[in-house]
């Protein structure tokens, strides 16, 4: 009889395993390192992890070495991953409209990475960088048309998805089964994302899309610069367009398009309910009691966490007199610091123009874009949390009685010092592992760390010529961190060039 149930209760156990899935995201070695711009031995780690077989964050980890190859001016590298990445991007996107975009059950840590809605839009602006900067402005120009194809394929779609959310209901719902006081836990609920949390645009694919159209006849006379004008308008009212869609005659522009700092990052919040009172299950002719527990639920939040929220007692009914709603440990993921306050650019070799020196004027905060898509997903993975943890918890506690009801018969076949023990052993595992399952249970925070975090822009007209600058990133105190030289730098009659600054500082 022995030999046929503990088998069974390792298999139940074999099951939690695979459920609980695990956390997928960069020590803080890695991270210590990109945000002081070591990028070797970031580069060096991703290459090494995915070398022998491509691991589930393949599309995140390319994104990664392909901006900071992008950073070292290696474009042609850059290039190579982020084409491939692309790709594969847009299978696993294919693949999540299929799917309806979400997991139920499963961990969404153990899928497959697909990548940000954002970050579908962001890797073909530096990719169309990385050709510009190679001199194949027609190749830029198709990366930018991506974009727009993009926004059909699928950041409608997964705007639709959002918007029909029906999270808080299940949420709800879940709360009243549990005897739980829905009014005041609604205040530990992500809420519900609106219109406003889906990404749809960037005012820097805008921006490339007008200044692209300028270069090249072939490109303008497909491209609808009003349009693009129109939209950029629209997401960024401060900046000033007309300038960038109109050229004066007998002038041409020299454009500077600048990226600082890192992207923010996304941390787990961690909600634990209970403790529940121990449960007494009714087992042929034995009774198993399984001790109190507690129930934790993860979610997203921006910017990720740095400090634990403060416990709160709630009042509930059916469970016992009191409840606690309290914040779980989780890891504290460092914001990096960027330091980046202005930046100008000074024509070095023309010193009879009458402004040699320009401010660049904020284009897009792509932290923005990670606020919104953390908002509008906080809320459906609160609920498939909810879910999960239920599902987990109560299947551990099955597994529990299994393992103590073997343990029970030993002792009334044959009670002795080993077979009492053994059950106590037992009690104890029993009571660890309904608590333990709740560390399985992690919020999908993986996103694209080598990101900017913003992008600058502006501009000068001027007569045709060969022109030399320099641009300065100065800090909140008026300190240089960095400044960048640039020369033989070709500006035609009624066409734009465009030079790309980077400090990610």
């Known amino acids: 009889m022995k030999k046929n149930l503990r088998p069974s209760f390792s298999i ?21 390192h ?8 970031c580069i060096s ?3 090494k ?17 392909a901006m900071m190859k992008h950073y070292q001016k290696d474009y042609d590298s850059s290039l190579k991953i982020l084409n491939e990445t692309d ?37 073909n602006i530096f990719n169309a960088l990385n050709y510009y900067n190679k001199g194949d402005i027609e190749e830029a120009a198709v990366e930018v048309r991506r974009l727009n194809e993009k926004q059909q394929k699928y950041l409608n779609d997964y705007g639709e998805w959002i918007s029909n959310s029906e999270s808080q209901i299940e949420i709800s719902d879940t709360y009243k089964k549990l005897s739980l006081d829905t009014k005041k836990l609604i205040a530990s609920t992500p809420e519900k994302p609106t219109e406003a949390d889906i990404f749809r645009d960037s005012a820097t694919a805008r921006y490339l899309s007008i200044v692209f159209a300028n270069m090249d006849d072939s490109v303008n006379n497909s491209w609808n610069i009003k349009a693009d004008s129109l939209t950029l308008k629209a997401l960024n009212p401060s900046f000033d367009i007309e300038c960038e869609s109109q050229i004066s005659d007998g002038m041409g522009r020299l454009d500077i398009l600048a990226f600082t700092g890192l992207i923010g990052r996304r941390g787990e919040r961690r909600i634990i309910a209970g403790p529940f009172p121990g449960i007494q299950f009714p087992a042929g002719k034995n009774f198993v009691y399984i001790p109190a ?40 993921i460092k914001m990096p610091d960027n330091q980046i306050e202005k930046i100008t650019v000074t024509i070095t070799n023309g010193k009879s123009l009458p402004n040699q020196t320009i401010t660049l004027a904020l284009l897009e905060d792509f932290n923005y874009a990670v606020q919104k898509d953390v908002h509008s997903k906080a ?32 002792v009334r076949r044959n009670e002795n010092l080993l077979t009492v023990a053994s059950y106590a052993a037992a009690y104890l595992s029993a009571a660890k592992a309904a608590d333990q399952i709740d560390r399985t249970e992690t919020a999908d925070i993986r996103q694209v760390y080598a990101l900017p975090s913003q992008s600058y822009a502006g501009g000068f007209e ?44």
């Open 12 to 32: 139940c156990f074999s099951v939690l395993l695979t459920l609980a899935g695990c956390a997928s995201m960069p020590t803080d070695q890695y991270l210590a």
């Open 34 to 41: 990109l945000d002081s711009g070591e990028y070797n031995p």
């Open 45 to 47: 780690y991703l290459e």
């Open 49 to 65: 992890k995915n070398k022998k077989k491509p691991g589930k964050d393949i599309i995140r980890d390319n994104f990664d070495v």
């Open 87 to 123: 790709r594969l991007m847009d299978d696993a996107v294919t693949q999540s409209i299929s799917k309806g975009f979400a997991s139920t059950f499963g961990n969404d840590n153990a899928d497959e990475y697909k990548g940000n809605p954002y970050e579908y839009v962001y890797i």
């Open 293 to 332: 527990f507690d129930l934790e639920f993860v979610y997203p939040e921006f910017p990720a966490p740095q400090t634990h929220l403060s416990p709160q007692v709630m009042p509930t009914f059916g469970w016992g007199p009191s409840f606690t709603i309290y914040p779980g440990k989780n890891e504290i």
């Open 379 to 410: 809320q459906k993975a609160y609920s498939r949390s909810i879910k999960r943890s239920m599902a987990k918890k109560f299947t551990a506690v099955a597994g529990a009685t299994a393992t103590l009801i073997v343990a029970e018969e030993a």
């Open 462 to 505: 001027l007569p045709e010529g060969t022109y030399s600058l320099k641009v300065q990133y100065f800090s909140k105190n008026g300190v240089i961190l960095k400044e960048e030289k640039f020369s033989n730098i070709n500006v035609k009659n009624g066409k734009s060039v465009l030079v790309e600054a980077t400090c990610q500082k």
